[in-house]
């Protein structure tokens, strides 16, 4: 592979060390995704929004029919794409017989169920030209996630771009051994144990029994009940021992 497809590597080799290592890691893993995973966004067009790329591959692609379906309307809407080009004849005939105030309502209801077929169409033929059954992302998400801003897209990958890989990388890697992410993690390892592994945390159920006042942190005092607390989980509570001297 070209090495001037990867801007600035000359300024990761100066830096050397983990940065050089972790680059071409992190490397491996954008290699695996353009192999993999850029020709079926190209095919999409979703490549002109890197972070949603990212946030799609994050989501392990779940929710890629549904991107594809709300970027094209977006695109509609612009007027990036014609009003009806998804739209067969019988339909935009259709259209013509009714009045002006239902005609937007059914066009994009059909718009949109044209285009989750045609999405269905295109996710079938190329999961059948990979020789695959469905496709599953096997990247590394923290790292994608951290390292987002060095990425950027052109017509035929996404590229790294070694001088931003360096200063966020150095700037994360300084972070990581502040004093203010052994407190981060403190606090996420207690909020961990606070839900004791008995139901999946979600921002819902955070809302449930943690509310913020005036930029504070705080009980739901709504939460402190038996009943949400027994959604928990068993506690065991010791008593401490009276001291009978």
Do not use: W
């Amino acid at each position: 592979m070209a090495q001037n497809k990867f801007k600035n590597l000359d300024k990761v080799r100066k830096a050397g060390g983990r940065i050089e290592t972790d680059y071409f890691n992190f490397r491996s893993e954008i290699d695996y995704i353009n192999e993999n995973f850029f020709e079926l966004f190209c095919i999409l067009n979703l490549t002109d929004d890197i972070d949603l790329i990212i946030d799609t591959l994050n989501d392990g692609l779940n929710n890629l029919q549904s991107v594809f379906v709300k970027k094209t309307i977006r695109d509609i809407e612009a007027g990036k794409i014609p009003t009806d080009k998804f739209l067969p004849a019988q339909t935009k005939k259709k259209l013509e017989s009714l009045p002006p105030e239902e005609q937007a309502t059914v066009r994009e209801r059909e718009t949109i169920r044209k285009l989750k077929y045609l999405y269905k169409d295109i996710y079938k033929q190329y999961i059948r030209e990979k020789g695959v059954y469905y496709l599953e992302t096997k990247h590394t998400k923290s790292a994608l996630e951290i390292l987002r801003k060095t990425l950027f897209i052109t017509p035929e990958r996404i590229e790294i771009d070694g001088e931003k890989f360096v200063e966020v990388y150095a700037d994360y890697m300084a972070a990581d051994e502040s004093e203010t992410r052994k407190l981060h993690e403190q606090a996420a390892e207690a909020i961990n144990r606070f839900f004791n592994g008995s139901v999946a945390i979600t921002e819902k159920e955070l809302s449930k029994y943690f509310i913020l006042e005036y930029g504070i942190v705080k009980v739901n005092p709504t939460s402190v009940n038996l009943t949400d607390y027994a959604r928990l989980g068993a506690r065991t509570i010791r008593k401490a021992k009276k001291d009978l001297s």
